[in-house]
């Protein structure tokens, strides 16, 4: 008689998340036969540190209804604060929508975590909803990196990334914020952002969103446009009008007449128009009068 294997069980938290639990410990008081406790919904306060403030009240409904036909099938997170008070990590909706569904008790991970580790844990729960839009990641991305002072390396092995997708999100955070608005209200898509980027010129920025929203142009069409103005800029550079190689000779004659007559380096500065400058140094007071009176001043 074959014996049927169980699936191994499908982590929800993500792979950020699971290595930072790894480095906060279970308490003593659980034994690694029953890791999960199930304690009163009072006794927990809500974390702090969680970096959205807001839910969307429909969805909060729909996972209390589903709670309150099968349970909390992901256990909460929290750490001990004293004997009978905790503070959540990580499950704020389920929190929430728990206490919509009336629920008692309800069942929990406890972990010891510092500050630091608290807010890391939340900021990387809240990076690993799928409903985050690419300017609400950017921002928890650049939390991490600043108030969690992790390197970008770091931070793409907690949050399960590479480093060139963690920097593809932080450039967002250097367009103008007109077009991080309509990149968070998903008016645009990540990848016209992108985009935009490397146009330097802000108002040239702004002037594409607005041709952008206006002709519902393709993240293909915005590339395309993109790239004519990168080389027609270069072209630009490549056409600077030439100087004239006998008014060069002519200045740099004039140069030497000039050093000569006043016995100083005189040197005259020019443009591709023949406009410029002329500048006689001196070294001293004396050195100035002197050229004053050459020059009848």
Known sequence: MSVKKTPPRKNALGRGLSALLKDAPILKEQTSLNPIQ?????????????????????????????????GIIQPLTVRQLNKNSYQLIAGERRLQAAKMADLQNIP????????????????????????????????S?????????????????????????????????????????????QK?????????????????QLTMLKKILNEELSVRKVEALVRALTDGNKSQVGKKKKRDPQFEKAIQNLEDKLSSHFGTKVRIHTNTQKKGEVKIPF??????????????I
């Open 38 to 70: 199930e304690i009163h919904i009072d006794q927990i306060e809500v974390n702090p540190f969680q970096p959205r403030k807001d839910f969307e009240q429909a969805t909060l409904q729909e996972l209390s209804e589903s709670i309150k036909l099968h």
């Open 188 to 204: 645009i898509s990540m990848g016209h952002a992108r985009a935009l980027i490397n146009v330097k010129a802000i108002d040239t």
């Open 108 to 139: 929990v991970y406890i972990r010891m975590a510092n500050d630091q580790q608290m807010l890391e844990m939340a900021l990387i729960e809240n990076i690993q909803r799928e409903n985050l839009n690419p300017i609400e990641i950017a921002l």
């Open 283 to 296: 070294v001293s007071v004396e050195d100035l009068n002197r050229i004053l009176e050459m020059l009848a």
């Open 141 to 185: 991305y650049q939390r991490l990196l600043t108030e969690c002072k992790l390197k970008q390396e770091a931070l793409g092995e907690r949050v399960g990334k590479d480093r060139t997708t963690v920097n593809n999100y932080l450039r967002l955070l250097k367009l103008p914020p007109a077009i991080q608005v309509a990149l968070r209200d």
